[in-house]
C-alpha cells in the first residue's frame, strides 16, 4: 500500500514548474527556490543556508543563483563569487531595517540573487547598481505577515521583480531620482528603503499582528 504524499507548503514550485508556465530559465530558479520554501513552512527538516537569520532567505539568495550556473555551465568558483555577491548585499540591505520588520525579507534576498545572476551573466558595478535600485523600486511594498506557505509566493515574486530590475537596465531603462522612493545612488535608495521599512511600517507590523490575533 503506497503511503499517501505529505502535501508541503502551498505547493508553489511545483506550480512554476508544470506546464502553466513557459519553460525558461527564470521559471526554473524561481520553482527551485519555491519548492525549497515550501518545503521548509511544510516542516521538512532538511538543513537549510540561514541569510540574514532566515532561512527563507537563504533559500532565496543562493538556489536561483545555482539553477542559473548549472544550466549555463558557469564555473564553481565563479558561481561561489556570485553567492558571495547576493548574500552580501542581501545583508547589507537588511543591516538598515535590522531583524525584525514589516517589510518582507525576500525582497532583499531576491533583489540580491538577481545581483549574483546579474554577475554570472558578466554583469559588473554598473549593473549590478541599477538592478538593485530597479528591483526596489519595484517591489518595496511586499509585507511580511509571518512564516507560513505564501512565503513561497513571494519569494517568486521577489526573484521576478530583481532578474526584471536586471533586464529593465540592460534594456536600456531605469528608474530614476524622484520616482517615488528611487533617490540619486544605490546606497541612498537602499536607505530610504531602510528607512521604510525600520520607521515607517512600525504601525503596519502592530497592525499585522493584530490581524493575525483577531482571525485565530
Do not use: W
Amino acid at each position: 500500500m503506497r503511503r499517501a504524499q505529505k502535501r508541503l507548503g502551498g505547493r508553489v514550485g511545483k506550480l512554476y514548474a508544470s506546464d502553466a508556465y513557459p519553460d525558461d530559465l527564470l521559471t526554473q530558479a524561481k520553482a527551485a527556490a519555491a519548492a525549497g520554501s515550501d518545503a521548509r513552512m511544510g516542516g521538512c527538516p532538511m538543513p537549510v543556508v540561514i541569510v540574514s537569520g532566515s532561512g527563507n532567505q537563504g533559500i532565496t539568495a543562493s538556489v536561483p543563483i545555482v539553477v542559473y550556473a548549472r544550466a549555463l555551465d558557469i564555473p564553481r568558483e565563479k558561481m561561489l563569487r556570485a553567492l558571495a555577491v547576493s548574500d552580501l548585499i542581501s545583508i547589507y540591505q537588511k543591516s538598515g531595517i535590522g531583524c525584525l520588520s514589516a517589510f518582507c525579507g525576500a525582497v532583499s534576498a531576491g533583489t540580491g540573487a538577481a545581483c549574483g545572476i546579474a554577475y554570472l551573466l558578466g554583469g559588473r558595478m554598473e549593473e549590478i547598481e541599477h538592478t538593485i535600485v530597479n528591483s526596489l523600486g519595484t517591489v518595496s511594498g511586499m509585507v511580511c505577515d509571518g512564516a507560513k506557505p505564501s512565503c513561497a509566493a513571494k519569494i517568486a515574486m521577489a526573484i521576478e521583480s530583481g532578474v526584471f530590475g536586471y533586464r529593465l537596465f540592460k534594456n536600456g531603462n531605469e528608474f530614476y531620482a524622484g520616482d517615488g522612493i528611487v533617490t540619486m545612488g544605490v546606497d541612498e535608495t537602499i536607505r530610504n528603503v531602510s528607512r521604510m521599512a525600520r520607521e515607517g511600517m512600525r504601525e503596519t507590523d502592530r497592525e499585522i499582528l493584530r490581524i493575525m490575533i483577531d482571525s485565530e
